[in-house]
């Protein structure tokens, strides 16, 4: 008997599942609810909040009644002061992998110090929002 790879199983109420949001196990589903009043003005900070986390007035409460920490968006400029800083760090594990292995200190070698260190002041001039060629 042959299998047939598109079948899906059926669903526990014995339907066929048609995709869709996976089944959240019955322990993890979300069942009950609370009301809970507030004032316009609160209303409103409490939306301005959720929304400046990147969050749904729901997901924001249940996260501070839970004691959960709740962070904004990373800002653009420190996504790309991370990805700046990557490169920096490969270089400088590429420097440490040479020296521990008893490589010897090179033109190259110093060069790519020299590279990391200009790409570190850098980064930390413009987490700053100071352009390098800008005088401080």
Do not use: C, W
Not at 106 to 112: F, V
């Amino acid at each position: 008997m042959s299998e047939d790879k598109g079948h899906t199983p059926p669903s526990p109420g014995g339907r066929k599942r048609r995709g869709g949001r996976p089944l959240v196990p019955d322990a993890e589903r979300r069942r009950r609810s609370a009301s809970i009043r507030f004032s316009p003005a609160e209303s409103l900070d409490l939306a301005v909040a959720a929304g400046a986390a990147g969050l749904t007035l729901s997901a924001y409460l249940r996260a501070r009644v839970l004691g959960h920490q709740v962070r904004g968006p990373v800002p653009e400029l420190n996504r790309n002061a991370y990805s700046e800083l990557a490169r920096t760090t490969a270089n400088l594990n590429q420097i440490a992998a040479h020296l521990n292995g008893g490589g010897a200190y090179s033109d190259d070698l110093r060069r790519l110090l020299e590279s990391a260190a200009r790409e570190t002041r850098g980064l930390r001039l413009a987490l700053l929002g100071i352009s390098e060629d800008r005088p401080s």
